[in-house]
């Protein structure tokens, strides 16, 4: 019985060992694992650290300790703002990767469209109007240009009173007139023959205009004149 029983002390006492020798093992093996972290940390110090020197010595010339420190201060106390600029760049960041789907398709859009315009021939269009401009420039002087400048007001108008709907049926008017106009004279035109023409409604109303035209165009004249005068004065 008391063999038993001392044997049963002895197995408990040999577990409490294995338990010790575990928890030395463990020990020992967390040890060896800060050792080999604390000579890779020296290492790593150490190379930062000449590198450190080595940098700094290239630029101790232009910096003082005072303004590393005042620098490091001045870090310290914007934490916040660098980390909302860091939180704004993460959204550009963001924005820019929502928008890239957006920005390829208006991409594309806009070369369908280039490409439909080529098709259309806007394209050439405008090569052909680039020549035309070519033209316009080497046919004028610099002098050209400064009374075009001057006399545009009166270009303006001019293509304004053209534009009215009346100017515009009249000389319709006399275009269709002209085109099918057929006067061939092939005999001798008497001056009776000619008084009996002038006789004519048609002769006298085309007579009454030309002069009333020419009334009306003098008269223009006259208040121009007065007005480059009064202008002048």
Known sequence: MEENKLQNQINEINLKLDKILEEIEYLQRKRREMEDLKDD???VGKDLYQTTVKELDEVHDYISTGEILFLGKKVLRNIS???KTLE?????RDFLQDAAPLARESFIDLMNKLDEFDRKGYFTFAKELGKVTDRVVTSFS??????????????????KNLT???ILQTANNALAVYK??????????????LLKEINTPEVK?????AIQFLKNMSNQQ??????NKTNSR
């Open 41 to 43: 940390l020296l290492r």
């Open 81 to 83: 703002t660098l980390t």
């Open 88 to 92: 704004q760049l993460e959204s550009a």
């Open 142 to 159: 610099p002098e050209d240009v400064k009374k075009f400048g001057e006399n545009i007001v009166t270009i303006i108008n001019t293509i």
């Open 164 to 166: 009215q709907p009346e």
């Open 180 to 193: 099918n106009i057929n006067i061939d004279v092939n005999e001798k035109i008497s001056l009776i023959r």
């Open 205 to 209: 109303r085309g007579l009454y205009y």
């Open 222 to 227: 006259k208040e121009d004149n007065n007005a």
